[in-house]
């Protein structure tokens, strides 16, 4: 007998669904709902198989992936970043409850831009090299409609755009006092 499906070992499971629910009943003519409820329990049941696997190498991109996809949704809102907003900084700063897992210094600016900066990196050439990847990162966490303006970029700073919504995500390499460098990520609507 042939191989069903996508999912090898959940095939001996789907041919003895289908030979209970009666799903091979339809060449009869016949048509049961009683009988094709088995076969969308145990479709339904399969679902989260198949799932768990997608939003698992998800987070396998970049651990951050799901903050970063809530935080690019905000950006879309008209609220932008005020529902996590938290206690204010210095000049029009706050800081973000939303934080991205292996980043620091994540922070709300005027309610319109988020921004959080990587961990420190030794070398410039390094530094580099880490923007390059976060931006590969960043790229494949949130999909095919985001993609680098390459007319906008330059050495050293990446910009990033979302080609149905005004929101904009830019990749600077800086520079820190302690001559260290770091990849400061910046998430913004952008003004049509």
Not at 88 to 97: L, Q, Y
Request: charged share 20%; glycine share 6%; aromatic share 6%.
């Amino acid at each position: 007998m042939p191989r069903l499906g996508i999912f090898p070992p959940l095939d001996g499971l789907i041919r003895a669904v289908k030979a209970t629910s009666g799903a091979n009943s339809a060449a009869s003519g016949v048509f049961s709902p009683m009988r094709s409820t088995g076969f969308i329990a145990v479709s339904i049941a399969i679902l989260p198989l198949i799932l768990i696997p997608v939003l698992l190498a998800q987070e396998a991109i970049s651990p951050y992936c799901s903050d970063l996809k809530r935080a690019a949704d905000l950006a879309a809102t008209n609220e932008r970043f005020g529902s996590i907003s938290a206690k204010p900084r210095e000049g029009n700063f706050t800081d973000a409850t939303l934080v991205l897992m292996d980043w620091s210094d994540c922070s709300i600016y005027a309610g319109r831009i988020y921004t959080c900066d990587s961990q420190p990196i030794r070398t410039a050439q390094e530094a580099e090299q880490v923007q390059t990847n976060i931006s590969q990162e960043v790229q494949a966490c949130l999909g095919t409609s985001w993609a680098e303006a390459k007319d906008r970029s330059s050495i050293g700073f990446i910009v990033l755009h979302h080609a149905d919504q005004p929101i904009s995500i830019t990749l600077s390499v800086d520079e820190t006092d302690q001559k260290e460098y770091l990849i400061r990520l910046i998430l913004f609507g952008r003004s049509n």
